[in-house]
């Protein structure tokens, strides 16, 4: 069940439809793109990806895969199926000889494509070419009565047809004679101009008179000019033989009817198994343009399980990947896990830092995925599948309805708390807000623990401290943030999983100059403990970042110098010394208040476990490594 019915426009998929039907070769397939849903059924899923897979490996590969003359013929087996006196015209058969040549090269190819040790290259694609009929003796016929090039019925197609092409070749030839010998009679006789020239008028080839001469030539007078002047005359003779021309034509017509009419007979039985054949060639096109698409935007058939998931490496929106690749740019990968232990991820961070992107990007790539459709993830994520998908993003309000935002969002919660269950995705942006942030924030986290009781998964962005401290306290709810540098005040587009995200609310409005008494009595109305937390969520982030691009920095040395190598080894030994000895120094206990080294957030240790400690800082609860705090007062006694 999907939710909305306007979800495929939230979401883009409509957009993604459209870039498929264009790699589309005909209108079989392009039905089949439009009419391409989304699907709960894991074996079927299973199959479609299989397949688009396996065509992008083609396509991938360069194969020289046979996609030449697509042609739909449906209306044409459909009237004479509808019509026994009905047939096909020379240009239908001709559709049809191709098209039918086309599907038997795609069988003929699948069937044909081996690996080294024999089997089949692509399974999936060959199963679907098993059971295709590709009617041989028809192909032989169409192409024993029809001419490749003009796409008209040969001479040779009966014996009665060449003898009436013979002789109206002939008789052509005699009305020629027969003109070009009235013409030269009439000019002997001075009735005729040297610079006259023949004609046609209503298909009659005529030679201009002077009228009063009209009656000294004989024949059929077909035309006049307009001053009266001259006559427009067909001579005896060429009239006898144009006569027996268009008898010639009529028998003409009526013979290759005949031919075309016992074509027709010859397929009519077999209508039922061409529809299949077309069929299946339309299956083949519409798997050609998703696997076309798929390449486009990097996709690949991923990790796929029947269960409840969202492990997802390097996930990136393709439609803004489409967009920033015209600028020269790409969009930057997320990497999303859903799993049991964590089922609902609580995103947080600056606005415009990248939070309703990673939303989208979750309901794009499993709404697609769900549709057969190839995701831009790295190889080793795994995914899974959803009975419904809910979504509440962007501005809902409606001016048919009179519905305001907030309440659009809360009748869309209403059917979200009672339709979900523990196969259900739920995407939900900025939850809770719209209204007085209090009673939005007690209503957002009192719907929170209704989807987390019914085991719902779901991505949900939000700015309410409330929700941050709820996931950090309940089973299978984990916050997350949308990383952004303070420093340049830029987001990074990168989400980290594990700590939720600040605002940097006072952080912006510093940069954009707002003044500065402002900001201090805006700190103050906040109380220290929330400019405390926040800014514990700023530290939290900027480590982040740091150790993150440490690492990468690290990776990318690898090749470096043993020397170097040997240097860094010793200095990250070094260090670990030196931290080792700060700690049996400075012995941390529960009970103790701490802060974090280099920030004025204070907090009290909670718990200690080995090298990590949980410590409280207001009512959000972290977990830290050891040596990144510092003792402030032992606990009392």
Known sequence: MIYPNNFEQRIGIDTVRQYIIEKCLCPLGEEKVTNMSFSTDFATLEKWLEQTGEFAQIIRNKEDFPTDNF????????????????????????????????????????????????????????????????????????????????????????RQLADIRRNKMETTKAVSCNMQNAMRDAQKAGLLGKDASISLRDGHMVIPVDAANKRKIKGCVHDGSGSGKTVFIEPEAVAEA??????????????????????????????????????????????????????????????????????????????????????????????????????????????????????????????????????????????????????????????????????????????????????????????????????????????????????????ITTHFQNLKHFAYETDGIINGAMLYDAERMQPLYRLSIGNPGSSFAVEVATRIGLPKDIIIESSAKLGEGFINMDSFLQSIARDKIFWEDRRKEILGNRNSELGKEATLSATMKTGKLIKEQSLKNTIIEKGDIVRLKGQAATGNVLEIQGKQVIVAFGLLKSTVALDRLELISKRKS
């Open 242 to 459: 144009n006569n027996r021309l268009r008898e010639l034509e009529a028998d003409e017509r009526r013979e290759v009817v005949k031919i075309l009419i016992k074509f027709t007979d010859l397929i009519r039985p077999h209508l039922s198994d061409l529809s299949h054949s077309y069929n299946f060639m339309g299956d083949i096109d519409f798997i050609r343009a998703k696997a076309l698409f798929g390449v486009r935007i990097n996709g690949i058939k991923p990790i796929f399980e029947n269960k409840q998931q969202v492990e997802w490496a390097q996930a990136i929106h393709p439609l803004l990947n489409i967009q920033l690749f015209q600028q020269g740019k790409q969009a930057h990968p997320l990497d999303i896990v859903l799993n049991e232990k964590n089922r609902l991820l609580i995103v947080s961070g600056a606005n415009a830092g990248g939070k309703s992107l990673c939303l989208k990007t979750v309901a794009l790539l499993q709404y697609m995925l769900q549709c057969g459709l190839l995701i831009p993830v790295h190889e080793n994520s795994r995914t899974g599948i959803f009975d419904h998908i809910f979504v509440d993003i962007g501005d809902g309000q409606s001016i048919e309805n009179s519905l305001s935002t907030y309440t659009s969002h809360l009748t869309n919660m209403k059917y979200f708390v009672e339709q979900c269950d523990n196969k259900t995705l739920i995407l939900i942006d900025e939850f809770g807000s719209g209204t007085e942030p209090q009673i939005g924030g007690a209503i957002a986290e009192t719907l929170l623990d209704r989807f987390n009781r019914k085991g719902s998964f779901g991505v």
């Open 71 to 158: 042609w739909d013929v449906r209306d044409s087996l459909h009237k004479i199926k509808n019509d026994v006196t009905a047939w096909l015209s020379e240009e239908e058969i001709s559709n049809l000889m191709n098209s039918l040549q086309a599907i038997n090269n795609i069988v003929n190819y699948l069937h044909a494509a081996k690996t080294d040790k024999g089997e089949f290259k692509y399974p999936a694609l060959t199963i679907m070419a098993d059971n295709i009929k590709i009617f041989p003796v028809i192909i032989d016929k169409a192409n024993s009565i029809l001419d490749k090039s003009s796409h008209q019925v040969k001479d040779n197609a009966s």
